[in-house]
């Protein structure tokens, strides 16, 4: 339990808005971990900094401040990347690709085998309810169809650690039960998943721990039962981030 998958210490970041271009602190000294082969939740409303906090985790924004270190390493470091698999809040693919050539295109550049991602496609796509629309251009993909396309990406080259932005976001009563089932099976195979939701019943069924954010501050974290013990409810997630 001591060793953590995701060690996160002060982090700060600011972004510039508006016309007068105030600067605007989003992550205000965020301090946390996750710990090996569990499933944690990272709860908080929109806008109070879950993905701003993601986003440096898998080396897409820099931090102003603080450290962040992943599965024992500098979120920078490539070895640490090819270890991680995410899965952001609105994933982008090519629109003239299948969902065949997306994941063959993704494979290459995780610097898998051929013959490896050509086995993975076809079960990958069968545990996310596409195998129907693996031949699909994505331009005829809805929105659920594409985070489930995302999903398998992020599991394609089979990451120690999955970093998952509001996954079930946009599915509809199937999707989001498939999304639950796989975190379920991902944690029962030893992998760690980290997740953002502002939804406190997706966390309540899949993880073992919850970390809340509110403001751009964590405001409580432990076991989903200590949190509902200690009376947290949807309200205060999304209000007041307990």
């Given amino acids: 339990m001591s060793e953590a998958a995701v060690r996160v210490e002060g982090l700060r970041k600011s972004y510039r808005s508006g016309f007068w271009r105030r600067r605007s602190e989003t992550l205000r000294g965020v301090s946390f971990s996750v710990p090996v082969g569990r499933a944690v939740g990272y709860l908080g409303a929109n806008g109070v900094g879950k993905t701003t906090t993601l986003k440096i985790l898998v080396g897409l924004l820099e931090p102003d401040g603080g450290?962040?270190?992943?599965?024992?390493?500098?979120?920078?470091?490539?070895a640490c990347r090819r270890r991680?698999?995410?899965?952001?809040?609105?994933?982008?693919?090519?629109?003239?690709?299948?969902?065949?050539?997306?994941?063959?295109?993704?494979?290459?550049?995780?610097?898998?085998?051929?013959a490896e991602v050509e086995a993975r496609i076809d079960?990958?796509?069968a545990k996310v309810g596409l195998e129907k629309a693996a031949d699909r251009r994505l331009g005829e993909y809805s929105k659920g169809m594409r985070q489930r396309l995302g999903l398998a990406q992020a599991l394609l080259?089979?990451?120690?650690?999955?970093?998952?932005?509001?996954?079930?976001?946009?599915?509809?009563?199937?999707g989001r039960?498939?999304?639950k089932d796989l975190i379920?099976?991902?944690?029962?195979?030893?992998?760690?998943?980290?997740?953002?939701?502002?939804?406190?019943?997706d966390v309540e069924e899949?993880?073992?721990?919850?970390?809340?954010?509110?403001?751009?501050?964590?405001?409580?974290?432990?076991?989903?039962?200590?949190?509902?013990g200690?009376?947290?409810?949807?309200?205060?997630?999304?209000?007041r981030g307990a």
Avoid: Q
Wanted: charged share 20%; proline share 7%.
């Fill in 184 to 201: 379920l099976e991902e944690r029962a195979r030893g992998k760690t998943i980290f997740f953002s939701s502002h939804i406190l019943a």
């Fill in 84 to 114: 991680v698999g995410f899965l952001p809040e609105n994933p982008y693919f090519y629109e003239h690709l299948t969902a065949r050539e997306a994941l063959r295109f993704y494979g290459g550049l995780s610097r898998m085998a051929g």
């Fill in 123 to 125: 079960p990958l796509l």
């Fill in 177 to 179: 039960l498939l999304v």
């Fill in 206 to 228: 899949v993880c073992d721990f919850a970390v809340i954010v509110a403001d751009g501050r964590i405001t409580a974290s432990g076991t989903v039962r200590e949190l509902l």
């Fill in 67 to 78: 450290t962040a270190e992943v599965l024992g390493l500098p979120v920078h470091d490539p």
């Fill in 230 to 239: 200690r009376g947290v409810t949807e309200y205060e997630v999304a209000v």
């Fill in 157 to 174: 080259h089979d990451p120690e650690l999955l970093i998952l932005d509001e996954p079930m976001s946009g599915l509809d009563p199937f």
